[in-house]
């Protein structure tokens, strides 16, 4: 999003990314259906508490709620940080304990456009044969899972897996906006027939075949983010888990 772009106009793409209509908006917020149209029409400028009440109620991440305060002329009030920032090693440390203490399971930590921050030995699993040039930092894991150089050729339910991470993709971009998760996913779509078909919604999770050193191993995986994050940084992290989908895969991992 542009920051020199009035605030009404970006709440309203933010209102049709999440498919409500002024009153939806209104009902949600608690306020006025006029209100939310002369907000966005410019014929209102909201206060700081306005925007956060409706960035709120419109599911916007931190980052932009940031850009939103700066088009309506307040300051920004979520610090955004370098994961460096020793103010950070505190929320840092947590995200290691817990990669750390899912072992010998693998786990990770991603950002909002899938690079890699963190991970325990035991993702060693999925990098194995990758071809190097993918593992060069920024390591893209959604690159990694679906490129045919990347983990790819190991997967034994390749399209099952393929219709799945895109469909994730997909959503994020359109409910992010985020024109780098459009092109990543324009990117990934062409290692493959075209676009997928939507993820079987029978499927209760998604299971996570791989060829590993002549075994074949079953996955499941969870995601974990911050629950009451108030930094932009913090509030991009994900961590990925891991799980054995089957007692063969966890006695592979136990036994190492």
């Known amino acids: ?24 908006l209104a009902i949600q917020a608690g306020v006025s259906a006029r209100h939310v149209s002369f907000v966005e029409t410019g014929r209102t400028v909201p206060s700081r508490e306005m925007v956060l009440h409706l960035a709120e109620h419109l599911g916007v991440p931190l980052r932009e709620r940031n850009r939103l305060l700066v088009a309506a002329g307040h300051a920004p009030v979520y610090r955004q940080r370098p994961l460096e920032d020793p103010d950070l090693a505190t929320a840092l440390d947590a995200v290691r304990q817990v990669l750390d203490g899912h072992e010998p399971y ?46 790819a050729p190991r997967l034994r339910n390749p399209d099952q897996v393929r219709a ?45 075949r791989i060829e590993h050193r002549g075994a074949e191993l079953c996955f499941f995986s969870t995601i974990t983010t911050f629950g009451a994050a108030f930094d932009v940084t913090l509030d991009d992290i994900a961590v990925e888990a891991y799980f054995p989908a089957d007692e063969r895969t966890a006695a592979y991992l136990r036994d190492g």
């Open 1 to 24: 999003m542009n920051g020199d772009r009035p605030v009404g106009e970006l709440l309203r793409e933010w209102r049709h990314r999440r498919r409500l209509s002024q009153l939806d």
């Open 106 to 151: 693998p786990a990770l930590a991603v950002d909002r456009r899938w690079n890699l921050l963190l991970a325990n030995s035991a993702m060693e699993v999925f990098f194995d044969g990758v071809e190097p040039a993918l593992l060069a930092s920024p390591v893209n894991m959604m690159r990694l899972a679906l490129h045919p150089k990347g983990l």
């Open 164 to 208: 799945f991470l895109l469909s994730r993709l997909a959503r994020q971009a359109g409910a992010s906006g985020d024109p780098v998760l459009a092109e990543l996913y324009a990117e990934l779509v062409v290692f493959g027939d075209g676009e997928p078909p939507p993820p079987d919604p029978a499927e209760v999770t998604l299971p996570i």
